[in-house]
């Protein structure tokens, strides 16, 4: 990231600067309220799927038990 010393910018892109860092602090906060429900989403999608291939897992494992036993 580039640094600038606010000494070394004139008063008219200092304005221009701010401005900018406005604008795209409202786009960030307004992009974070719309991806929210989203990687939640995603989570609980992750969650189930993670739930699911443990659920596999011990049934194929259970599986090989009975297997084992007979």
């Not at 960030?28 to 991806?35: F, G, S």
Request: net charge negative.
């Amino acid at each position: 990231m580039i640094q600038y010393h606010e000494s070394n910018l004139s008063p008219l892109n200092k304005g221009y600067l701010r401005r900018n860092l406005v604008e795209v602090t409202i786009f960030w906060r307004a992009a974070e309220e719309d991806l929210a429900p989203k990687l939640n989403e995603n989570e609980e999608l992750k969650l189930k799927l993670e739930a699911a291939e443990s659920a596999a897992i011990n049934q194929q494992a259970s599986k090989s038990t009975e297997q084992h036993r007979v």
